[in-house]
């Protein structure tokens, strides 16, 4: 990770973390879970007001020291470096992260080879197909995460410039046209209008327990901010980039696709009379299917099928560009402070996500998740939790506070100067070291007072 990205792939390579299944996939689960609309308007509330102003506070952080996380806290903080640089061992949940979200890039493959096959009219029968796999399907589910795994821990190994750079050229475009085309397709369904209802029109009695922690993860875990990820890419940020355009970019395609997919996901759960609350992660999966079983053939192309494979393998390649970049700054920081080569790296850290892993599928295998189930909650879900809604609020926390305090004001202005200047810098700034970090504390204790 030493070279320097080339300008448009630094580009491409934060675009292909920041985009993946936290669009595709966790927002549409979590605005079912939490009722739609209101949700949603806190989600771009926090993503704006929290997720913008620390991912800059983080690329500051990676672009000023060029280091993993770790030694970028040590090599930053004039003093009590020591404690510091354990805010950079945040990166650890990205290493949890990749364990379930494995798995769940896993559920992908196993759709695009439903995708060859004729596909279940109905949600129930869709929705029955989900938990099957789920369930009951052990070895089709192990075979598709150590497919993924192999994949992920490939492209780490060839060194993440080239490989991702190529991927993102095409895998980007594809999926945003495909959505467009869904999008297109929905629009023409009776759901439509309710599925618009419930994102758009905010209804605040529905946002439940834990909503506000909730908005807080996704919008840390759609961004990739508060695990190390941002601050290892920008560690390669080349110099001249306008690097605040690229996050407004970036931050906006992030929300234009969760949006999609949500309008998509859920016209066909409304078209069906199927309860958004209910679905859990089967959500997109359930809808989805149903989606591309009621399209038409055209002449003797299965337009249905050929749409879902394509679908889901534009998925699925936007999973592995942002699984990438959970698995690199660990595998960096090994690389820099223990000398170990990328490969032992790897061998390393592919251990410990593979067992994670495993114990994520298990976890929903009828037989084995009873063993696998803490204070109600599956391994799976505990994951989940303690990563995106405790350690990247956290890590983004002490990110903002080292970025808005310990840090020189010159030295950011020097840096940001020919991008964003005058009163824009003094806004970020002030969010970056008042409001962000007050949004995320008190979000934290609401949780815990509850
Ligand atoms: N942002 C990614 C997504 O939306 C997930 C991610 C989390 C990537 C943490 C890197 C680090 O899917």
Not at 93 to 109: E, K, N, P, Q, R
Not at 182 to 211: H, I, Q, R, W
Not at 271 to 276: M, S, V
Request: aromatic share 16%; hydrophobic share 55%.
């Amino acid at each position: 990770m030493n070279d320097k990205f080339s300008k448009i792939g630094f580009i491409l390579a934060v675009a292909g973390s920041a985009v993946g299944l936290g669009n595709a996939w966790k927002f549409p689960t979590l605005v079912g879970q939490n009722g739609g609309s209101a949700f949603v308007l806190l989600y771009l509330l926090l993503t704006l007001g929290v997720g913008f102003v620390i991912f800059l506070a983080e690329l500051s952080i990676g672009k000023l020291s060029e280091k993993d996380p770790v030694n970028a806290y040590h090599s930053l903080a004039p003093k009590y470096k020591k404690a510091w640089s354990i805010v950079g061992f945040s990166m650890i949940g990205a290493i949890l992260i990749v364990s379930f979200y494995s798995v769940i890039i896993g559920w992908i493959v196993n759709y695009t080879y439903l995708g060859l096959f004729p596909l279940p009219k109905s949600i129930d029968e869709s929705g029955a197909i989900f938990g099957n796999l789920l369930s009951k399907d052990v070895l089709s589910q192990f075979i598709c995460f150590t497919f993924v795994f192999i994949v992920i821990f490939y492209v780490v190994s060839k060194g993440v410039k080239s490989g991702i750079e190529k991927l993102n050229v095409w895998m980007m475009p594809s999926l945003f046209i495909l959505l467009i085309l869904m999008l297109g397709y929905s629009f023409s369904m009776d759901g439509f209008s309710k599925a618009s209802e419930f994102l758009f029109s905010p209804d605040f009695s529905k946002l439940g327990v834990g909503a506000f922690l909730s908005a807080l993860g996704l919008a840390c875990f759609s961004l990739s901010i508060g695990v190390g990820s941002i601050i290892t890419y920008s560690a390669s940020l080349p110099d001249k980039t306008n690097f605040i355009s690229s996050t407004i970019n970036i931050i906006i395609i992030n929300i234009i696709i969760g949006i999609m997919m949500g309008l998509i996901v859920f016209t066909f759960i409304f078209e069906f009379g199927a309860d958004p609350t209910q679905q859990g992660p089967g959500l997109i999966f359930v809808s989805l299917l149903s989606l591309f079983a009621n399209i038409d053939p055209v002449g003797f192309l299965p337009l249905g099928n050929i749409l879902a494979v394509a679908f889901f393998i534009a998925l699925f390649f936007a999973g592995i560009t942002s699984a990438v970049s959970m698995i690199e700054p660990l595998t960096f920081y090994l690389i820099n402070s223990y000398n170990f080569t990328r490969k032992k790296a790897l061998v390393f850290i592919g251990f410990i996500v593979y067992i994670l892993g495993s114990l994520c599928i298990f976890s929903s295998v009828e037989w084995s998740k009873d063993s696998l189930e803490f204070f109600g909650k599956s391994f799976f879900d505990i994951l989940d939790f303690i990563a995106s809604n405790l350690m990247m609020p956290l890590g983004g926390l002490f990110g903002a506070i080292f970025v808005g305090f310990v840090l020189k004001k010159e030295t950011l202005q020097n840096l940001f100067n020919p991008y964003m200047k005058g009163r824009w810098f003094e806004i970020w700034y002030f969010f970056v070291r008042f409001i962000s970090p007050l949004a995320v504390i008190l979000i934290m204790i609401k949780q815990l007072s509850l």
